[in-house]
């Protein structure tokens, strides 16, 4: 009987706190509509922006199977809410987020935008490290995001932008086949960031040297220390005026290790070199390459890297 009177008791209490309780759902509903707040959908966007909007439809952030704008809130997932640049009238940069140089916003801001969904992709991993961030190079001084169709970057056009100086150099006479579209440059380097110096795709320059010219590597008999140490202390990566991206005339480069005890270390200027009746065949053509034409390494065992 006393249970029974408590449950009585115990009944109407529990409805009327059910009834006085708040309500998660209405809390949630209030939480979005606040993010949602200043937010007014595309179409408003495309009553002044059609171009933009025209190919913006045609690009990959507008396909709804990808976490991109068009899954989220389209034009203002990236440009912020749009409700304040309506009510002003409008206008370039007033109350909305623009990726203008003159935007005002440094190019750390700018890039955080793309990176809130980029930032998870295996390619965005070492972005911190790379040279790019260091340097104020943000997502859109190379990606042009309002594009009629996924197409890739011309990197000549885009890389040239700034290293002005590789430019020259793909354009001299001894040159990786650059220009003519054989290499690009990402086959060497990682523009996203990389911890390795440059940004090249390897460790160190003779192991992506090796990617293709794997005949360099050996194993040798006998191993030349400059090249097993750096290419590029005898060889110059985008061009050269000398043959085979040489750093310099061969004799030079040679002279720069091996000193003057003996004929290898002569000093041919342009007393020794074009004295006489005959030029010395250590100063021109291929020089000390005439002989020693294994300087990368050799299998024969005398250790003078000839033939």
Not at 282 to 294: G, P, Q
Request: aromatic share 8%.
């Amino acid at each position: 009987m006393k249970n029974k009177c408590l449950g009585l008791f115990l009944l109407p209490l529990s409805l009327l706190l059910l009834f006085f309780a708040p309500s998660t759902g209405d809390a949630t509903d209030d939480k979005v509509a606040d993010d949602k707040k200043g937010f007014i959908g595309a179409i408003t966007c495309k009553d002044c922006h059609e171009t933009q909007y025209e190919t913006y439809a045609k690009s990959v952030h507008f396909q709804k199977y990808i976490k991109g704008p068009q899954s989220q809130d389209a034009c203002e997932t990236c440009h912020g809410p749009g409700a304040a640049h309506v009510e002003k009238g409008g206008g370039r940069g007033v109350d909305i987020f623009t990726f203008d140089k003159n935007s005002g916003h440094t190019a750390e801001e700018m890039s955080a935008v793309c990176l809130k969904c980029h930032a998870t992709t295996a390619r965005m991993t070492f972005w911190d490290m790379g040279q790019h961030k260091k340097n104020d190079v943000q997502c859109t001084s190379c990606h042009t995001i309002h594009v009629q169709q996924r197409t890739k970057v011309d990197q000549l056009a885009v890389c040239f932008q700034c290293h002005r100086d590789t430019k020259a150099q793909v354009s001299k006479q001894s040159r990786h086949p650059i220009l003519e579209g054989k290499v690009k440059c990402s086959d060497c380097h990682d523009v996203h960031g990389t911890l390795s110096k440059a940004m090249i795709k390897a460790e160190t320059p003779n192991l992506l040297c090796y990617t293709c010219h794997a005949d360099k590597r050996g194993p040798f008999v006998w191993v030349h220390p400059p090249a097993e140490e750096n290419c590029l202390i005898c060889h110059t990566p985008h061009g050269s005026r000398h043959e085979n991206l040489f750093a310099d005339r061969i004799h030079v480069i040679c002279q720069d290790c091996h000193d003057d005890a003996s004929h290898h270390g002569a000093a041919y200027d342009a007393t020794s070199g074009f004295g006489g009746a005959n030029v010395s065949n250590r100063f021109v053509a291929r020089a000390c390459v005439e002989c020693h034409h294994t300087m990368h390494g050799s299998v024969n065992f005398r250790r003078s890297f000839s033939r």
